[in-house]
Every structure is written in structure tokens, then in C-alpha cells.
């Protein structure tokens, strides 16, 4: 969702769009080019004028592939690589080569090979490269239409022992907020093993909505997008901005969605940002869906949730707490139905996934790709009447504890648990039952969003400043937040320990920015504890 944790009252953000109309819901704890070409007709058809908006934002010198190239869910022996043709004309297909090789000037080419794309994939290209060597990076072009895409670099996942694995991971970046600056770092940066991005890649508002309009990047289509054109011509949006298209070719990605692919609050049944008039629910979400698969560098599937190996160093369990089975949400804390054993998350086909790739793993440590905060977090001394955030694992009480109980049962250590969606930066000791004896049972990393409004969008720092210090106070298990600064967190995984540290950029309101860093925390192997060193 929006879940800006944003802390309101004191200094945090809330989400103008739905605040209005349910201000104690979402006011949260620290809270494609879409081009439906018709049948091919002689005389050129005069482009709508939403295909005219996306065009002027239009790099000439990278046509026909203005959206760049992309890459993602590395395993051992094959990768997904990812373009877009963008014909001048309607047509109803045109024919895409590839070639995926060692070298970036491509002297060692060592797969290639050729496709169709047409109208009915909004003309993407996904190509699933098998048959590649473990731990390797390489690079890969398309050609159509008489020209060369831009030159990718990707790397597939490690079989044998490493000494150390780096992933990056970011969540929640929003068009009119401003610039994906944080993006454009991580490309910045050597190959790393994967970028993990935890949702919220889009957001469906229209224009002022939910943003700040004043820097001039304004929402494409202009209204709330519900249908498939519409989609496609967000995804087409967010992906002309420089910092996205150059992360996406110079690092492999493995991304889950959240709720803003589809609408705020997305569930399986139904979204607080989606009413009647605005169409059929089930309808809205299979073309969010849909959109999603054509222009993500994933592999298609009947579920999103997934596993990825990197050796014995790693698992990453990418989860799914929107549209796998996710429940209605619970808005009133003292509802007796919020306690309900039966409520989930997850679904229990989900969980049981879930449950059995926690017990089966045998690496080192197992990272989880998580959506929404799952540590227990009070807010009473912050919101005295919203004592919890019931849009995250809060408003699941009895699921969360079947999947804590479970952890606690079966020894499973060495959990890294990395949750987006807050809009803010979290190091957590993560527990339940939080009292000054409480007792960890995994490292819960919470990362701040690319662009989205953090608390200081809306009210003074040093009052957010504030806040964050009274939440930490309300929570011994809580050892920093940061509510305030855009960036991303850097993971780095040892064998004896590992490493978070939080980059910064210094500004969204330009497309170019200098990064700091701004905090560091250490965990050892077999302890649930941070250390600042």
C-alpha cells in the first residue's frame, strides 16, 4: 500500500490520496507505453493523444528500444532478459533478434537467437537464456527494426561457495514524488548478485494525487489507471525515467509486486482504492497483472512467490501478501474477527509453500523478500487510537504467530526478513510479545522508498526527527529509523556475519544526485542482534 509509516501528528506522512476517508487506516505507524494498435491500415492513424504524452519524454538516440533492456531471476544456468520494440507505425509484428555473449563488445557470443513480438504483448520481448555457466556475468543486445537496443549486463546465480553475495534492495518509487535517483546509484555500482525490489514499482494515481507536481513529472495518463492501456502506459512511463532504465540494464532484478501494481490496499477479493464505478475489480486486477508479466524481467507463472538459490551462501523466498491469498483488511483494532485463526496473509497454500522452504533450506542465511513490517511495532505513545498498523503482519495476529511458533519450532536461524512499503528505514531485532526481555528471532531490515513520500514531505524533519525517537522508545527491539531520506538498502551476506548499510541520495528534485551513506548495522551468524561497529 501507500504505507508511508509515516508518523503523522508527530511528523510523519499520510496518505493525502485516501486520508480524508479513512485517516486512521492509512495513517501509517512511522508511520506502457501501452500502444493497443488496431489492424494494420494503409493511411497512418494520428497517434491518441496518451501515446503523444509518453513520446515526449522519448530518448531518440535509443529507437526503437526507448525503454531500455532488462534482466532478472538469475538461477545457476539461466537468466530472463527483457526489451520493448517501439514501432513508429502499427504493425502487426515485428521480429526481434537477440544475442547474449561474454564480452561487451560481443566477440564471444554465446547464445542468440530470434522471436516475434506484436500488439497483443504490447510489443515486449522476454527471452528465458538457458544453458548459461553459474556465477557468470554477461551482456546482451536486441536488434529489430534495423537498429541495436542498448548493451545489458546480468550475472547468473552461484552453485559452489562464495565467500560474500550483495543484493540490493528498494521499494516503492513514485513518479510525480520525483527522480528515481536511487536507481541510478545501484547501477553505479559493480555487478551485484541481484537487486530485490519488494513492490510498489508503480503507484495507480492520477495526476496530483499523490505527489509533488511542482518539479514538473506529471502522472501519464493523467486519470487513475484501471484498464489495460492504462497500465501499460504507466510501465511505459516509469520506465523512461534514466535512473530505472539504467538499473534495470546494468543489474539483474528479482521483484514481487505490492499493492499500488494494482490499487491502494490491494487484496484478492477487492482494494480500498478501487470502487464501483471504476469497473469490475476481478477485471482491473488481471490487467494489472498481465501488464506486470509483459514488461517485468520475470518468469511467468500461476503464482508470483518464489525461491532462488545462490549457492550455499543464500536462499531469497520472494512472497506474495497482496494477491495470493490475502484477506480483507481489518481496520478497527478492537474488531474480535482481527484475532480470527482463520484470517490470512498469506493463504494457506502460500504459507505451506512458505513453511516447507524454511525447513528444506540449507544455506547459510535465508533471505526473505517481504512486503509489509513483520515484527511486532506499538504506536500507542505515537497514535494513541491506532495502537497498531493493521495493513501490516499486525493486522494478522494469529497467521503471524503460526509462522513464529513454526520458525521457533523447527530452530530455523539466520533469518534476514527484508520489508518494504513503510517508506522509511528500519534495523529490528524482530520479535513478538515486545517487553525488555523480548527474544529475537530473525533480523528484520526495513527499507526506505526510492521516491514516495517519506514523513518529511509532509511535516518539518525535526519533528519526524522526533517521532522516530519516541517509536523507538515504545520499542526496545527497534534500533534505528529514518523516516526522512530517500535510497536503498545494501545487503552484503558473509558466511560468519553479515552487513546492512543504508545509502542516501541527496536530492529527487533533479535526475542526477550524490549518495552518502547513512547507517551501517552488523549481525552475526546464529544471533538475532545488531551491532553498529
Same mark, same amino acid.
Given at each position: 500500500?501507500?504505507?508511508?509509516?509515516?508518523?503523522?501528528?508527530?511528523?510523519?506522512?499520510?496518505?493525502? %490520496?485516501?486520508?480524508?476517508?479513512?485517516?486512521?487506516?492509512?495513517?501509517?505507524?512511522?508511520?506502457?507505453?501501452?500502444?493497443?494498435?488496431?489492424?494494420?491500415?494503409?493511411?497512418?492513424?494520428?497517434?491518441?493523444?496518451?501515446?503523444?504524452?509518453?513520446?515526449?519524454?522519448?530518448?531518440?538516440?535509443?529507437? @526503437?528500444?526507448?525503454?531500455?533492456?532488462?534482466?532478472?531471476?538469475?538461477?545457476?544456468?539461466?537468466?530472463?532478459?527483457?526489451?520493448?520494440?517501439?514501432?513508429?507505425?502499427?504493425? @502487426?509484428?515485428?521480429?526481434?533478434?537477440?544475442?547474449?555473449?561474454?564480452?561487451?563488445?560481443?566477440?564471444?557470443?554465446?547464445?542468440?537467437?530470434?522471436?516475434?513480438?506484436?500488439?497483443?504483448?504490447?510489443?515486449?520481448?522476454?527471452?528465458?537464456?538457458?544453458?548459461?555457466?553459474?556465477?557468470?556475468?554477461?551482456?546482451?543486445?536486441?536488434?529489430?527494426?534495423?537498429?541495436?537496443?542498448?548493451?545489458?549486463?546480468?550475472?547468473?546465480?552461484?552453485?559452489?561457495?562464495?565467500?560474500?553475495?550483495?543484493?540490493?534492495?528498494?521499494?516503492?518509487?513514485?513518479?510525480?514524488?520525483?527522480?528515481?535517483?536511487?536507481?541510478?546509484?545501484?547501477?553505479?555500482?559493480?555487478?551485484?548478485?541481484? %537487486?530485490?525490489?519488494?513492490?510498489?514499482?508503480?503507484?495507480?494515481?492520477?495526476?496530483?494525487?499523490?505527489?509533488?507536481?511542482?518539479?514538473?513529472?506529471?502522472?501519464?495518463?493523467?486519470?487513475?489507471?484501471?484498464?489495460?492501456?492504462?497500465?501499460?502506459?504507466?510501465?511505459?512511463?516509469?520506465?523512461?525515467?534514466?535512473?530505472?532504465?539504467?538499473?534495470?540494464?546494468?543489474?539483474?532484478?528479482?521483484?514481487?509486486?505490492?499493492?499500488?501494481?494494482?490499487?491502494?490496499?490491494?487484496?484478492?477479493?477487492?482494494?480500498?482504492?478501487?470502487?464501483?464505478?471504476?469497473?469490475?475489480?476481478?477485471?482491473?486486477?488481471?490487467?494489472?497483472?498481465?501488464?506486470?508479466?509483459?514488461?517485468?524481467?520475470?518468469?511467468?507463472?500461476?503464482?508470483?512467490?518464489?525461491?532462488?538459490?545462490?549457492? @550455499?551462501?543464500?536462499?531469497?523466498?520472494?512472497?506474495?501478501?497482496?494477491?495470493?491469498?490475502?484477506?480483507?483488511?481489518?481496520?478497527?483494532?478492537?474488531?474480535?474477527?482481527?484475532?480470527?485463526?482463520?484470517?490470512?496473509?498469506?493463504?494457506?497454500?502460500?504459507?505451506?509453500?512458505?513453511?516447507?522452504?524454511?525447513?528444506?533450506?540449507?544455506?547459510?542465511?535465508?533471505?526473505?523478500?517481504?512486503?509489509?513490517?513483520?515484527?511486532? %511495532?506499538?504506536?500507542?505513545?505515537?497514535?494513541?487510537?491506532?495502537?497498531?498498523?493493521?495493513?501490516?503482519?499486525?493486522?494478522?495476529?494469529?497467521?503471524?504467530?503460526?509462522?513464529?511458533?513454526?520458525?521457533?519450532?523447527?530452530?530455523?536461524?539466520?533469518?534476514?526478513?527484508?520489508?518494504?512499503?513503510?517508506?522509511?528505514?528500519?534495523?529490528?531485532?524482530?520479535?513478538?510479545?515486545?517487553?525488555?526481555?523480548?527474544?529475537?528471532?530473525?533480523?528484520?531490515?526495513?527499507?526506505?522508498?526510492?521516491?514516495?513520500?517519506?514523513?518529511?514531505?509532509?511535516?518539518?524533519?525535526?519533528?519526524?526527527?522526533?517521532?522516530?525517537?519516541?517509536?523507538?522508545?515504545?520499542?526496545?527491539?527497534?534500533?534505528?529509523?529514518?523516516?526522512?531520506?530517500?535510497?536503498?538498502?545494501?545487503?552484503?551476506?558473509?558466511?560468519?556475519?553479515?552487513?546492512?548499510?543504508?545509502?542516501?541520495?541527496?536530492?529527487?528534485?533533479?535526475?542526477?544526485?550524490?549518495?552518502?551513506?547513512?547507517?551501517?548495522?552488523?549481525?552475526?551468524?546464529?544471533?538475532?542482534?545488531?551491532?553498529?561497529?
Amino acid at each position: 500500500m501507500c504505507n508511508d509509516l509515516a508518523i503523522a501528528a508527530a511528523g510523519f506522512n499520510s496518505n493525502l %490520496v485516501t486520508f480524508t476517508k479513512n485517516a486512521m487506516r492509512l495513517l501509517l505507524f512511522l508511520p506502457a507505453l501501452g500502444i493497443l494498435f488496431g489492424s494494420c491500415e494503409r493511411a497512418k492513424p494520428k497517434p491518441p493523444k496518451w501515446i503523444e504524452a509518453v513520446e515526449r519524454h522519448f530518448d531518440e538516440s535509443l529507437k @526503437p528500444f526507448y525503454h531500455g533492456v532488462a534482466s532478472g531471476d538469475p538461477l545457476p544456468d539461466r537468466i530472463v532478459i527483457w526489451t520493448r520494440v517501439t514501432p513508429a507505425d502499427s504493425l @502487426p509484428s515485428v521480429d526481434v533478434k537477440w544475442q547474449m555473449a561474454l564480452d561487451e563488445r560481443f566477440t564471444a557470443i554465446v547464445k542468440s537467437d530470434s522471436l516475434a513480438t506484436n500488439p497483443g504483448k504490447d510489443y515486449t520481448v522476454k527471452v528465458d537464456v538457458v544453458g548459461l555457466q553459474p556465477d557468470q556475468v554477461y551482456y546482451y543486445r536486441f536488434l529489430a527494426l534495423g537498429k541495436n537496443s542498448i548493451v545489458g549486463r546480468t550475472k547468473t546465480a552461484p552453485v559452489s561457495a562464495k565467500d560474500s553475495l550483495k543484493f540490493a534492495v528498494v521499494s516503492c518509487a513514485n513518479w510525480e514524488w520525483g527522480y528515481f535517483n536511487p536507481y541510478d546509484k545501484i547501477a553505479d555500482r559493480p555487478v551485484l548478485d541481484a %537487486v530485490l525490489h519488494l513492490g510498489d514499482y508503480i503507484y495507480e494515481y492520477g495526476v496530483a494525487k499523490y505527489g509533488d507536481t511542482t518539479i514538473g513529472r506529471l502522472n501519464i495518463p493523467s486519470h487513475e489507471i484501471v484498464s489495460l492501456k492504462d497500465y501499460r502506459t504507466r510501465y511505459s512511463l516509469y520506465r523512461l525515467d534514466q535512473g530505472l532504465r539504467r538499473l534495470h540494464q546494468q543489474q539483474p532484478m528479482i521483484a514481487i509486486w505490492d499493492d499500488h501494481e494494482v490499487a491502494n490496499n490491494a487484496t484478492v477479493s477487492g482494494a480500498q482504492n478501487h470502487q464501483p464505478e471504476e469497473g469490475d475489480y476481478q477485471k482491473r486486477k488481471a490487467a494489472a497483472r498481465q501488464t506486470y508479466y509483459e514488461w517485468m524481467p520475470i518468469r511467468e507463472n500461476q503464482e508470483l512467490y518464489r525461491r532462488f538459490s545462490f549457492g @550455499p551462501l543464500a536462499d531469497v523466498i520472494m512472497l506474495d501478501e497482496r494477491l495470493a491469498g490475502r484477506d480483507p483488511e481489518i481496520t478497527d483494532s478492537l474488531n474480535p474477527d482481527l484475532k480470527n485463526a482463520e484470517r490470512s496473509m498469506l493463504g494457506a497454500k502460500q504459507l505451506q509453500w512458505f513453511e516447507a522452504n524454511l525447513q528444506s533450506s540449507t544455506a547459510t542465511w535465508k533471505l526473505i523478500g517481504n512486503q509489509v513490517i513483520f515484527s511486532d %511495532v506499538y504506536l500507542r505513545k505515537v497514535f494513541p487510537k491506532m495502537p497498531r498498523n493493521l495493513d501490516s503482519w499486525d493486522g494478522f495476529p494469529a497467521e503471524k504467530k503460526k509462522i513464529v511458533d513454526f520458525i521457533r519450532a523447527n530452530n530455523i536461524t539466520n533469518l534476514i526478513i527484508a520489508s518494504g512499503d513503510t517508506h522509511g528505514s528500519w534495523a529490528i531485532e524482530a520479535a513478538t510479545n515486545i517487553s525488555k526481555n523480548y527474544r529475537p528471532f530473525a533480523i528484520e531490515l526495513g527499507i526506505t522508498s526510492v521516491s514516495s513520500g517519506n514523513g518529511d514531505e509532509r511535516k518539518p524533519a525535526d519533528s519526524v526527527k522526533l517521532a522516530e525517537k519516541a517509536l523507538m522508545n515504545e520499542n526496545p527491539h527497534i534500533k534505528y529509523v529514518n523516516d526522512r531520506d530517500h535510497g536503498y538498502l545494501l545487503l552484503t551476506l558473509y558466511a560468519d556475519q553479515s552487513k546492512a548499510e543504508w545509502f542516501y541520495v541527496e536530492t529527487l528534485r533533479k535526475p542526477t544526485s550524490n549518495e552518502f551513506l547513512g547507517k551501517t548495522y552488523w549481525f552475526e551468524r546464529g544471533k538475532s542482534r545488531l551491532k553498529q561497529r
